[in-house]
């Protein structure tokens, strides 16, 4: 059974830093992407990274030079730094993994599994 387990949501003040964490267990065979995504209320859920099996990256536009996605795969285990916070970071965010190769990294509806999410709150 596969399951998702996020961590590292906080309140912190704009400016500050955390690292969101995704323990991976029972881990999907032919995974080919993992992501994070987030949802603010009243807004559509959106992608904000992804790292495929190869190791390539991507990244929401407003979060470059920011967010840096990254996983161990011996404690499989995906990590997303998060540095300069800003109150518009604010949201609930998920872990996902992913089969599919086509398609873009960033539609939600092509990942088959998700976390339960972690809350981060930027206050200005």
């Known amino acids: 059974q596969v399951r998702l387990v996020e961590s590292g949501g906080d309140s912190v003040a704009s400016g500050g830093s955390l690292r969101l964490s995704c323990a991976v267990s029972?881990?999907?065979?032919?995974?080919?992407?993992m992501g994070w995504f987030r949802q603010a209320p009243g807004k559509m859920r959106e992608g904000v990274a992804a790292?495929?099996?190869?190791?390539?990256?991507y990244y929401l536009d407003s979060v470059k030079g920011r967010f840096t996605i990254s996983q161990d795969n011996a404690k499989n285990t995906l990590y997303l730094q998060m540095n300069g916070l800003r109150p518009e970071d604010t949201a609930m965010y998920y872990c996902?993994?992913?089969?599919?190769?086509?398609?873009?990294?960033?539609?939600?509806?092509?990942?088959?599994?998700w976390g339960q999410g972690t809350q981060v709150t930027v206050s200005s």
């Open positions: 790292i495929n099996s190869d190791g390539y990256t």
């Open positions: 029972g881990f999907p065979h032919s995974t080919y992407y």
């Open positions: 996902a993994t992913r089969k599919l190769r086509i398609g873009s990294w960033s539609d939600f509806n092509l990942y088959n599994y």
